[in-house]
C-alpha cells in the first residue's frame, strides 16, 4: 500500500464514530497551503489509531503519514465508480525544531558566531610575526 506525508494546520478533530461493534473511525481534515488554494484534505482513523488525534485541535500544525487506498464498486445502474481514501498511520506536531530544544542541562543551544562577534581592527595586529 503506498503512504503520503501531509503537512499543514489542522481544521477539523473528528468524534469518534462506533460504526458497528468491531469498527469504529476517526476524521482528521488537514488544511494544506502549498498550492493557489487552501486544499483541506481528509484523512480517516480507524480502531485503535483514533485516539492518537486525542492532543490535537484545529490550528495544530502537524505531519501526517497516512496510506493510501482504492476501492471499486458498481451500482445498481452497472457504472462502476473508483473511490480513494487516506487511513490516518502517524502524525506528529510540528512548528519547533531540534536546534530549539534545550539540550540536558536545561540551557538552549548558544546561537552560531556572526560577523558582529568580531572584534574591529584598530590599525595593529597582534601577530607575532
Known amino acids: 500500500m503506498a503512504s503520503v506525508t501531509i503537512n499543514g494546520t489542522i481544521k477539523l478533530v473528528g468524534k469518534t464514530q462506533q460504526i458497528s461493534e468491531k469498527?469504529?473511525?476517526?476524521?482528521?481534515?488537514?488544511?494544506?497551503q502549498t498550492g493557489n488554494y487552501p486544499e483541506h484534505i481528509?484523512?480517516?482513523?480507524?480502531?485503535?489509531?483514533?485516539?492518537m488525534l486525542d492532543n490535537y485541535a484545529p490550528g495544530d500544525q502537524?505531519?501526517?503519514?497516512?496510506?493510501?487506498?482504492?476501492r471499486e464498486w458498481t451500482g445498481?445502474?452497472?457504472v462502476t465508480k473508483h473511490f480513494?481514501?487516506?487511513?490516518g498511520d502517524r502524525i506528529e506536531k510540528t512548528g519547533t525544531t531540534a536546534s530549539a530544544a534545550p539540550r540536558?542541562?536545561?540551557n538552549p543551544a548558544p546561537p552560531p558566531p556572526t560577523m558582529a562577534d568580531i572584534p574591529a581592527a584598530d590599525g595593529e595586529d597582534d601577530l607575532p610575526f
Open 84 to 87: 480513494l481514501s487516506l487511513k
Open 23 to 32: 469498527f469504529s473511525k476517526r476524521e482528521l481534515v488537514i488544511t494544506e
Open 42 to 51: 481528509p484523512i480517516e482513523f480507524v480502531q485503535d489509531k483514533t485516539g
Open 76 to 78: 445498481k445502474d452497472n
Open 104 to 106: 540536558s542541562g536545561g
Open 62 to 70: 502537524v505531519t501526517v503519514t497516512a496510506y493510501v487506498g482504492g
